[in-house]
């Protein structure tokens, strides 16, 4: 008989996870604390975008496979399984990740544990972390050490987190008994049956995977963007550069792209707190290189400021901005840490009047982001806009016509923070063009004297 399974935190990860074990066959309860997240959950709707998500998770509530519950002892009286899946944000008050509510998910738990059973851990930890878990949940388990603790980090991507659920590219995880395996193999036979990397370590090696996994893809970017400094300087081309070392099947062109930098709920966190957690454990190293790929990627932002300047010829005050883009990325309405609203909010305080349009953001909260008004459609955000930013790369803004915004705005200046757009295209449509790492391109007139 298939395990039972509980979820414990339903955010994007743990949502995802508990509707992709229903598709895989399992009965499944999610929990969290934010009733009115299990209340909207229950009814079968996603409280965010996230693609084919929704189908997932109308299908099995209404199958009865899969329900939600604030209750923690119905899932320890229900489950043989437990992921765990609550938020490990950074620290108010320092880089370090904020673990506490990790530690009140074991605590509301753990107490109701009265059989055998596999707690197994999924958010993004310092190492260590488990260790100090285990102990808690044996002391304060009825079951005591018959209850194990195991840690399975999670390498979804939002915008593909169903897809890359059903199936993942490996599995790690980290177990300290053959018995913690051998239901972990259970719980993920279908993925294995198709020849999925199962990678079994101890908790240590399991919990350090994910955040160097992080880390190497903001070194990625933040190396990148480093480039494109050096490439203003010089007046070479970031993009070309990129494109030529990409070839080079050791570097790959992903994660290669020069512009505004990388946010979300994950890698900024992850970055500065396993900088934090290197630190603390002497890995002198490792604490450098992640704090340059941090400042790197926050001067990205900065440097998009100055790119505005430029374009203007002074000061954004007195001007109006269209900006495209809120989410941290396409395809999905995360604005956590993202850095189209950050550029954004520091545009509006240098005094521009800031019009954002995303096609799944509608509003990221007054109070978050001061200064900004959304716009519901690409015509009404950038109608007589004195520049166009643009700082998420939608599909919509890629395929925009240069020519039909430069009719609707006051004057066709493009800053493409992401080096997403047909430089050629948009400054043969008139539009001067600035972007990072490139040298300006000036906006050829219109030969019928429009632009
Ligand atoms: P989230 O903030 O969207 O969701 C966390 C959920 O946990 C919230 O709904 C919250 O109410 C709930 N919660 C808090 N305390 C709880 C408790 N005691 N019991 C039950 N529920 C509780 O966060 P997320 O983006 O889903 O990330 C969760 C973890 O997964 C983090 O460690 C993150 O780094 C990691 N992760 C996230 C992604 C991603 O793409 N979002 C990918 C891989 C790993």
Redesign the pocket.
């Known amino acids: 008989m298939k395990p039972n399974i509980s979820v414990?935190?339903?955010?994007?990860?743990?949502v995802t996870h508990a509707a992709g074990l229903a598709e895989m066959g399992f009965d499944v309860i999610g929990?969290?604390?934010?009733a009115a997240?299990v209340a909207r959950l229950a009814r079968g709707e996603v409280p965010f975008h996230e693609p084919g998500l929704d189908d997932l998770v109308r299908t099995h509530t209404e199958s009865g496979r899969l329900r939600f519950t604030t209750d923690?002892s119905e899932a320890a009286a229900f489950a043989d399984v437990h992921f765990l899946?609550?938020?490990?944000p950074q620290s108010a008050d320092g880089e370090a990740a904020d673990l506490r509510?990790v530690d009140?998910?074991i605590d509301?738990l753990a107490p109701h544990l009265n059989r055998p059973c596999l707690v197994v851990g999924?958010?993004?930890?310092p190492v260590g972390t488990a260790a100090r878990l285990t102990d808690r949940l044996t002391a304060l388990a009825p079951a005591g050490h018959t209850v194990e603790l195991a840690w399975n980090?999670?390498?979804?991507?939002?915008g593909h987190?169903v897809a890359d659920t059903i199936a993942p590219d490996r599995i790690v995880v980290g177990v300290g008994s053959d018995v913690a395996e051998k239901l972990l193999r259970e719980v993920y036979a279908d993925i294995l049956e198709r020849g999925t990397p199962f990678l079994v370590t101890d908790l240590a090696t399991a919990e350090l995977v994910?955040v160097a996994a992080n880390s190497f893809l903001a070194t990625k970017i933040s190396f990148i963007n480093a480039m494109a400094e050096v490439c203003e300087a010089a007046g070479a081309d970031v993009t070309t550069l990129a494109r030529a070392l990409g070839h080079d099947a050791r570097i790959g062109h992903r994660f290669l792209h020069a512009g505004v930098g990388f946010g979300g709920?994950?890698l900024p966190?992850?970055v500065r707190a396993f900088r934090a957690r290197a630190r603390e454990l002497g890995g002198e190293g490792a604490a450098a290189l992640l704090g340059e790929v941090d400042s790197i990627n926050v001067r990205a932002r900065a440097r998009t400021l100055d790119l505005v300047r430029d374009s203007l010829g002074g000061e954004p005050a007195g001007h109006r901005i269209a900006v495209l883009g809120a989410a941290f990325k396409p395809g999905t309405d995360d604005v956590r840490d993202s850095p189209a609203l950050a550029v954004a909010t520091a545009v509006a305080r240098a005094g521009a009047e800031v019009t954002v349009y995303d096609p799944m953001v509608r509003s990221a909260g007054a109070a978050a982001c001061p200064g900004l008004t959304f716009s519901g459609s690409l015509e009404a955000a950038v109608t007589d806009a004195d520049l166009v930013l643009l700082l998420t790369e939608w599909e919509e803004f890629r395929m925009a016509d240069p020519r039909l915004l430069a009719a609707w705005v006051r004057t066709p200046r493009l800053v493409d923070g992401r080096n997403a757009l047909d430089h050629q295209a948009w400054a043969a449509a008139g539009w001067s063009v600035r972007a990072p790492g490139r040298a300006p391109v000036a906006g050829q007139p219109s030969r019928d004297g429009a632009a």
């Open positions: 414990l935190g339903t955010g994007y990860l743990g929990v969290d604390v934010d997240k923690h899946s609550v938020g490990t509510y009140a998910a509301m999924k958010s993004t930890v980090p999670e390498f979804l991507r939002e987190a994910k709920g994950c966190k992850d």
